[in-house]
């Protein structure tokens, strides 16, 4: 491309009063449009392992946890690694070029630290994880008390409920009040989710008092007896 772009200042070969580029830019207009482009990959059948690996070329890719032990195809692109569970695609990784080499997808993993919650601290998944700047600090304030790494698979959910740029705004708002516990946590998404209901200001003609009330407790007496006689 570079020896093109060089080129293209240089005089026409055949039309000498014109440039390449110049010469090129009149040609485009007879050229017919491209096609669609060629989907070039190589298919095959896999079966995920339990671990939620599915292997290609002695490297490992991960799968959503409930595609486990399940048969998916994966397309090898030139660049790329697709799995699908059917015609539905399931995961998409940069294709790794290398040997022995495993690509997580951390999100792919959270539904099972509801039961293994520890796995957040040193699980091969979630080692290089990265992470907002705001949910990251949550992390590691969680992961310094007891129960805390389920607190934060509990955070982690909420994203996949929500959004990760909801619950980061959440996290942001948390670390400025300095109040970083879960419930607040929930509390400000709830905040942030609400819908915002502006206030019509309609005119209301309303009576004006001409005799204003007295504070006088006998007038209460007097109800209850007649509310007596009734009942």
């Known amino acids: 491309m570079a020896r093109c772009d060089g080129l293209g200042d240089k005089a026409h070969p055949e039309r000498k009063s014109q440039t390449i580029d110049e010469v090129f830019t009149q040609e485009q207009t007879q050229l017919r449009p491209l096609g669609r482009p060629f989907d070039g990959y190589v298919e095959k059948a896999h079966r995920a392992t339990s671990t939620c690996l599915v292997q290609y070329d002695s490297n490992y890719y991960s799968v959503p946890a409930q595609y486990a032990k399940k048969s998916l195809s994966l397309r090898a692109y030139a660049r790329e690694i697709v799995i699908y569970d059917k015609q539905q695609r399931v995961a998409r990784h940069p294709r790794c070029f290398g ?3 495993y690509l997580f997808e951390p999100w792919h993993y959270v539904p099972l630290l509801k039961q ?12 290089q994880w990265q992470l907002p700047v705001a949910i ?12 805390g790494d389920r607190e934060f698979v509990a955070l982690l959910q909420l994203i996949q409920a929500h959004n990760i740029e909801l619950v980061t705004t959440a996290c942001e708002r948390a670390i400025e009040e300095k109040t970083t516990q879960l419930a607040a946590i929930i509390n400000l998404i709830n905040r942030l989710i609400e819908p915002c209901i502006d206030l019509i200001d309609i005119p209301r003609n309303y009576p004006q008092l001409t005799v204003l009330p007295q504070a006088n407790c006998k007038r209460y007496e007097q109800l209850l007896r007649f509310g007596g006689s009734s009942l």
């Open 99 to 101: 040997k022995h080499e």
């Open 136 to 147: 990251n600090t949550i992390k590691h304030q969680y992961l310094k008390r007891i129960g």
């Open 116 to 127: 293994k919650p520890g796995a957040l601290r040193d699980g091969a998944p979630f080692k």
